[in-house]
């Protein structure tokens, strides 16, 4: 991966006494991950350029652990500027990253004209120029495309940022934003990140726009490392809800207004004994174990993953016995019989059905009211028609959600059900009502009528 | 001589220094006996600690409980003088439905004492004994009564050492007996139908000097299995009655009772039963019959055993069906269950019971006859099947041969009993479908081929993948294994080679093998059958292909092809297993995500790179050697490149898209896991012909392993492949995937060898520089190896449960635990 650094400030060639390197040299450091060279394609009076390439050695790379298994191998980790790319810039040109110079000092406080060039460099025009055009840069990003065979952009552009900036600002732009483009930190970000955080940003990110994403990619998505930051970067302007990278702006308050509707539906069949099935990681348990009147709560998902996540949410290890004894969490799929499902008073399944694919949505409804029976089943669903009020929102709320259903479909739906398996239902908007498109959130309540045997599908 | 069931309790009950633990070690084998004071020692550290009693029994009752529950008998060392203590022990029995055994050691005080005095540790006075005495005396008279099914008494040192156990078989053990059987379900008075049935069977019917059958002889020696209910209802109960007991009699049946005799013997008996359900019927057709003959059926339904086990535990014959924990049992519950079933104490809505639906959750090994419950056609549930086709209420009278499984009816005459319920409009029983209890936890699997144990992590992983992705669980019927490489291959430039992979078949002891043309797609498993139901088309992980909109249709010209080839192979429906092309059309964005874009930065970096060094060389600096490496990098991405792109080609929808199929796996009742590989080709070569454009053919070439020649064609033909950007090929045993080694193990179904350009989309485009290249050779194939295997062995016992019809649960738990492999750590580049 390669940088290079071109001034035309008189006399250019002062550009190797800041970054303390001879140009009639090849300089070469060893690095972790490889070795990096510093050299001059050009050294005149006029303009100087200095290139930082970094040799990757990939069997250095291995070590680390990947989500994508094959990446171990075969990666753009030697090619795309990365954090890899960012730590070199920090070793070899650390005293003009701090803005000191022995033989320049005068120098290092002055805004000179720079020219910027990272070849490949991972993110897209909009949000290279929205991270670098507010400190001064003339952006020119352009996307490199794939193949012909294959047709269109990569997920790559070709940087040029030119400008006229104090050499030392530069270099802490690209060591902040180069890793937060590439975003995909090569190694664990601990807590001292914020330090090296702070430190590069100082004077120019606590006035950033883009501040909230910069900290949360920067910190490799720990919110709570990111937040630590952002209030110690500006303790005057309050923290808010990072709304950067979703196109959607969620209402916040929507999940506390399911939840309580849900709940309003538990009281109102009198539950005492509930299923959450599809619980995920426990929103809907915490708030059914703060009520009493639940005397024995079941959590139950496909994804153990989920439980695990749900067990430390709701601390199960720590809470007290009398506590501990009303809540359980199971794995379960509900294309499969489970007996331990039989015998509540009601089950819920919120945000549920959306996830399943429609041909195996017969399987779970077979599940629930055939074998399950509980005395109510509560469903929620996102309503589509509403869809409309998120801005820029393409396609579905969540990319896992194979399906969402207008208020007519739901309906339908419901009473399909409801007829075939001995249920009456009733459906309600959850969320900020509209008069044309409805409320966000659609929720069924079904009640048993028939009390005998189980029904088949 | 002391008879002692099987499979029994026994309970020895005798005072301090009778001889009880002499006398279980002599008789019975040491973990046949728990001893008092042996848990006692065990929980307290001393065995004579009375204080540490309570415990050491409870701990006693558990490991009782493990051997009664797993079918050993059981012997109780204690005194065991006191009724409470005994109660325990009989509840304990008949928790387990088994019989409860007590012998009882009645030695003289006198000689008790004297064998106390010699033992240092027991260290209670002589009063201590004389109470156990007089406890043994009172209990003496109580044993019976308290429930021991069988007492024996042993007076005196003498019958104590000449005693001698004799194990008797229970009454419902019939293991010996092999049949083959013909089992009829419900007969209800139906004799004129049971002729015909019988007649069909190949029985050839003995009559009377009345012309009525009083026997059968089967001329192969078959014995018939009746399944009970034979009076009632019908128009000829006594009749049925005269044949069955007759055949019974000659030894050419056996017969179980049914609730209908049951109740029948009540009356009979004098008891206050309702007259319902067609018992007056039948009391009226035996009231002009001579008294003898109702004494006669008396006696004989009296004498039933309520269910058989045969034929080695495989066949369990019950009325009513019978639970796996109640075969081979004895108990009131056992006979209940097997008379009348369970109900779930509801009624339905003409006020019968609802029965509670056993037979979906019987997970038992041997097969279940039954009848009881009329049903408008027999099916295999989880390994039971119901005879009861209603002939009584004009439906049909069916019997069952065993063990061919056959199913062998006549139609009833005409409906001689009007029924209650509507008969059949409510389906008697609903599918559960799959449990859950079947796939989660820590699973240990005999599959024939071998064992494997499935981590209870894995499983719960592969349950999100099964419920959150795959197609229906009961339609998965099989997962693709995955496949081993060849061994690495010494060949300079190297990592594969056809060499090694000729070197590993014949190290299994393979002489022919087939060389076929590996498809770069996805691998693709497809149902396809006549009618269309059921057909799906799934990944290597279960998940549908494309969504419904995309794999119906491709389905549908699937469908089309195959169609002369199933009415030829006489099946419904055959199992492929194929690979979809090209890559891209299912793995696009995973080639443009990553593959592509891997490519792309490579090609925009390395440029500017070689462009920076030039130009530094310009300026007179030496940068050759980075050059040089950085140039070599370069044409290695372009290397890296041009092997993927060989394997992106445009589709638009199903246009383009193409199905390469290179096995039929198994049809209805059948697997073709046999068939040699020739066989399975011809048949891939019938559907590229019968449509050229959806299917594609697999190149391949069989060769002899003992042929150098041949082999050599092989490795030229191979370099040729995967110089035109093929990935490479697979190489498997002719004889076809069950292919078994000399001492008949499964061997791998095949070893993959993979081109040398295209190993570099999976190592990195630099790969083949010597120092990579003697790095990768040392990569561990071992584990790999054991997992396809494991896995390919999984598929075919898969494949073969299907084929013998076993219920969906057995072929599920192998498929599931293919799935669950996945979650193996294993390098996944191999």
Request: aromatic content about 6%; glycine content about 8%.
């Amino acid at each position: 991966m390669l940088l290079t650094l071109t001034t035309t400030h008189r006399p250019a060639t002062d550009l190797g006494y800041l970054l303390v390197k001879h140009p009639d040299r090849v300089h070469q450091f060893d690095m972790p991950t490889g070795t990096a060279y510093v050299m001059f394609p050009e050294a005149t009076e006029q303009r100087c350029t200095a290139a930082l390439l970094l040799d990757v050695d990939p069997r250095k790379l291995r070590a680390r652990a990947d989500a994508f298994e094959l990446s171990q191998y075969v990666n753009d980790r030697p090619y795309a500027a990365s954090s890899l790319l960012a730590g070199a810039i920090s070793k070899v040109f650390r005293s003009a990253q701090r803005g000191t110079s022995k033989d320049r000092p005068e120098l290092t406080e002055q805004a000179i004209p720079l020219e910027i060039r990272v070849p490949v460099l991972r993110g897209t025009s909009e949000l290279v120029t929205r991270l670098f055009a507010p400190l001064g840069w003339a952006v020119t990003a352009t996307p490199i495309p794939l193949e012909p065979e294959i047709g269109g952009d990569s997920r790559y552009v070709d940087l040029l940022l030119t400008g006229t900036v104090r050499l030392a600002d530069a270099i802490n732009h690209l060591y902040v934003l180069l890793p937060v483009l590439d975003d995909g930190k090569h190694y664990w970000v601990a807590p001292d990140e914020i330090e090296k955080l702070l430190r590069s940003g100082a004077g120019w990110l606590a006035g950033h726009p883009e501040k909230v994403l910069i900290a949360r990619r920067y910190l490799a998505h720990r919110k709570s490392l990111a937040t630590t930051a952002l209030e110690l970067l500006d303790a005057d302007q309050p923290v808010t809800e990072e709304e950067a990278e979703l196109p959607v702006a969620r209402k916040a308050p929507l999940a506390g207004q399911r939840r309580d509707a849900v709940l309003a539906a538990l009281a109102e069949v009198g539950a005492t004994r509930v299923l959450d099935l599809g619980c995920g990681p426990g929103a809907l348990l915490g708030a059914l174990l703060k009520e009493s009147r639940f005397t024995e709560i079941v959590g139950a998902d496909v994804s153990a993953r989920a439980l695990e996540q749900a067990e430390r949410r709701l601390r199960l290890d720590r809470m007290p016995q009398r506590q501990r004894d009303r809540i359980k969490l199971i794995q379960t799929a509900l294309t499969y019989h489970d007996a331990r499902l039989g015998g509540y008073d009601a089950a819920v399944l919120m945000e549920v059905i959306e996830h399943v694919d429609l041909p195996r949505l017969p399987a779970l409804e077979a599940g629930v009211f055939g074998r399950a029976r509980p005395g109510a089943v509560i469903v929620t669903t996102p309503n589509v028609e509403y869809n409309v009020h998120y801005e820029g929102l393409t396609g579905m709320r969540h990319s896992d959600h194979r399906f969402e259903w207008t208020r007519a479909e739901f309906a339908t739906w419901a009473d399909r059900v409801a007829d075939r398996y001995g249920y009456t239902v009733s459906i309600r908007g959850v969320g900020d009502e509209d008069a044309t498109t409805g409320a966000p959130t659609q929720l069924a309540l079904f009640t048993k009528t028939e009390t005998t045997t189980e029904v088949t599908a | 001589m002391i008879d002692v069931p099987e499979l029994s309790l026994v309970a020895l009950v005798g005072i301090s220094g009778s001889g009880k633990s002499t006398f279980a070690r002599t008789h019975f084998k040491p973990t046949q006996v728990l001893s008092s004071d042996f848990f006692r020692g065990l929980i307290a550290d001393d065995e004579n600690d009375q204080a540490a009693s309570a415990e050491a029994f409870d701990a006693l009752h558990y490991v009782a409980g493990k051997r009664l529950a797993a079918g050993r008998l059981t012997v109780v060392d204690a005194t065991n003088l006191q009724s409470h203590g005994r109660a325990e022990l009989i509840k304990l029995a008949r928790s387990h439905d088994v019989l409860p055994v007590a012998i009882v050691l009645d030695v003289p005080e006198s000689v008790a004492w004297e064998r106390t005095q010699a033992r240092p540790d027991r260290t209670f006075g002589r009063q201590v004994l004389t109470r156990m005495h007089r406890d043994l005396r009172r209990s003496l008279g109580q044993l019976t009564r308290e429930g021991f099914r069988k007492v024996h008494v042993l007076r005196g040192l003498e019958e104590i050492e000449g005693a001698e156990i004799r194990y008797e078989k229970l009454f419902n053990d019939r293991r010996d007996e092999h049949g083959p059987f013909d089992i009829v379900g419900d007969v209800h008075g139906c004799r004129a139908e049971l002729e015909t049935l019988l007649g069909r069977l190949g029985w050839e019917l003995v009559r009377d000097d009345a012309g009525r059958p009083v026997d059968a002889v089967h001329p192969e020696g078959r014995k018939a299995v009746f399944v009970g209910d034979l009076v009632d209802r019908g128009p000829d109960s006594p009749g049925v009655l005269r044949l069955v007991m007759g055949m019974v009699a000659a030894g050419h049946a056996i017969c179980v009772p049914g609730n209908h005799e049951q109740k029948l013997a009540r009356k009979l008996n004098g008891r206050n039963v309702q007259l319902t359900h067609g018992l007056p019927e039948t009391l009226e057709q035996l009231a002009a019959e001579p008294d003898e003959f109702v004494t006669e059926v008396r006696a004989f339904i009296e004498g039933l055993v309520s269910h058989y086990v045969l034929d080695d535990g495989k066949l369990v014959v019950a009325h009513a069906g019978l639970k796996e924990a109640y075969q081979g049992r004895t108990s009131g519950r056992v006979r209940s269950f097997a008379l009348y079933g369970e109900s779930t104490g509801e009624t339905d809505e003409y006020g019968l019971p609802v029965r509670y639906p056993w037979a979906q959750e019987y997970r038992g090994s041997a097969a279940v006859v039954y009848g009881h419950v009329p049903t408008p056609r027999t099916e295999w549930i989880n390994n039971t099947i119901c005879l009861d086709t209603g002939c009584v209420f004009g439906g049909a009278l069916t019997a069952l041969r065993w063990p061919e499984r056959e199913v062998v009816d006549t139609p009833a005459e005409k409906e001689h009993y009007a029924p209650i319920r509507p008969l059949f409009t409510t389906t008697s029983e609903p599918d559960r479908g799959l449990d859950i209890a079947d796939v989660t936890g820590r699973k240990h699997l005999d599959y024939g081929y071998g064992r494997a144990t499935v981590p209870a992590e894995n499983a719960a992983a592969a349950l999100e993948v099964m419920g959150r992705f795959a197609v229906d669980p009961e339609t998965l019927i099989w997962l693709p294994p995955t496949m081993a490489p060849c061994s690495s291959s010494t060949v300079d430039g190297y990592l594969e080679h056809p060499s090694s992979a000729f070197a590993d078949l014949q190290a299994a002891g393979i002489d022919r093998v087939v060389c076929e043309e590996k498809h770069m797609g996805s691998r693709a498993v497809v149902r396809v059958s006549a009618s269309g139901e059921g057909d799906a088309i799934w990944t290597r992980t279960g998940r549908p292909f494309f969504g419904p909109e995309m794999d119906q249709p491709l389905l549908a010209r699937v469908r089309a092809a195959i169609e002369p080839i199933l009415a030829e192979l006489e099946t419904e429906w055959l199992l492929l297993d194929a690979e979809l092309l090209p890559w891209s059309a299912k793995a696009g964005s995973l080639i443009r995500e990553h593959y592509a874009g891997v490519g792309a930065a490579g090609r925009a970096a390395l440029p500017a790179a070689l462009d920076v060094l030039d130009r530094v060389a310009g300026r007179g600096l030496d940068v050759a050697a980075l050059r040089d490496r950085l140039e070599l990098r370069s044409s290695e991405v372009e290397g890296y490149s041009a092997a993927y792109r060989a394997y992106v080609k445009p589709t638009d929808g199903l246009t383009g898209v193409t199905l390469a199929p290179f096995a039929v796996l198994a049809g209805a009742g059948t697997t073709f896991a046999k068939k040699d590989h020739g066989w399975h080709l011809a048949i891939a070569d019938r559907l590229v012909a019968a449509d050229p454009e959806l299917f594609t053919p697999t190149r391949r070439m069989i060769v002899d392993l003992s042929d150098p020649a041949a082999e050599a064609e092989a490795i030229d033909w191979w370099l040729t492949l995967t110089g035109a950007g093929g990935e490479g090929m697979v190489v498997k045993p002719y004889a076809g995937l069950a292919a078994v080694d000399g001492k008949g193990r499964l061997v791998q179904p095949g070893v993959k060898c993979r081109g040398r350009e295209y190993l570099r989309i999976i190592y990195g485009p630099e790969y083949t520089r010597p120092e990579h290249l003697d790095r990768l050779r040392q990569r561990n194939l071992g584990r790999k190896r054991s997992m396809a295997l494991r896995e390919h062995g999984m598929g075919l016992a898969a494949l073969d449960r299907l084929a013998e019809g076993a219920p969906s649960w057995r072929v599920h738990e192998l498929v599931f635990a293919i799935l669950a492999a996945e979650s193996e750590p294993v390098d996944p580049r191999l």
